[in-house]
């Protein structure tokens, strides 16, 4: 794991730095892509970089990370939308290069079954492009969560109903989410984990430098060898 410490003023830019030159190694790569806050800035940077012609998007395919279960394309919660609207628009991909994880059909089982099939028949992840929740978890891939857990319906904790509370208000947040699995992100070829602000300290240590448990399931990352953690000097403290 490999951690790299920026500015907050330049932490945008070093990140769409990352994810731009991994695509110009791999054009075609398959990307997991982040909805929230931190990665926002991240995307428009890549964008930016697109309109300037050094980025050329064209064979990329991307997956969405998460979903709320139950919870429509037209309903503004929508993480398909979030993840439509901040990276798959702006960067301009066509319909085929993005696989949603669909949180509203009648049969959620077989919405992950299908997409984990889609992501293994892609030939997996080659970047994972993760927030880290306040909890400690990837997507939402709440505690406790093992490094095996699958593509899977779960229920939100109620840290990350109130930390999701921002977006939505108290009390409309859907209550349950199908996440992509611990074993689909933990094989991604590599990891960006990108952490800003003070908020996220403790956590960042227990990812860091905290025991390996399903009960942190960002502390995984530590096993792993294809991990950049991106994050501001809020976040990793003096
Ligand atoms: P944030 O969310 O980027 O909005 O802080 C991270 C997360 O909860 O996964």
Request: with cysteine.
């Amino acid at each position: 794991m490999q951690v790299l410490r920026v500015l907050n003023s330049s932490f945008n830019q070093h990140g769409a730095a990352l994810i731009a030159s991994l695509l110009r190694a791999k054009p075609n790569a398959n990307l997991v892509i982040a909805t929230g806050n931190t990665p926002m800035g991240v995307y428009d940077e890549l964008a930016k970089l697109k309109l300037q012609g050094e980025l050329d998007s064209s064979s990329l395919h991307a997956f969405q990370l998460d979903a709320y279960a139950d919870v429509p394309l037209s309903d503004p919660r929508s993480l398909q939308g979030w993840s439509r609207r901040s990276f798959v628009e702006p960067l301009g991909l066509a319909e085929k290069q993005f696989t949603p994880l669909i949180g509203y059909s009648d049969n959620h089982e077989r919405a992950c079954q299908s997409y984990h099939d889609a992501v293994i028949k892609a030939g997996g992840y080659d970047l994972a492009i993760l927030g880290l929740g306040p909890n400690g978890h990837l997507g939402f891939n709440e505690p406790p969560s093992s490094k095996t857990s699958t593509t899977r319906v779960i229920s939100l904790t109620e840290e990350s109903l109130i930390s999701n509370a921002v977006y939505w208000g108290r009390g409309n947040v859907p209550t349950q989410a199908l996440t992509a699995g611990m074993d689909l992100l933990l094989a991604a070829k590599q990891i960006l984990l990108l952490v800003t602000g003070k908020h996220k300290y403790e956590i960042l240590q227990k990812t860091l430098y905290g025991a390996i448990t399903p009960e942190v399931p960002s502390s995984y990352l530590q096993a792993s060898q294809h991990v950049m953690v991106l994050a501001d000097e809020a976040a990793l403290g003096s």
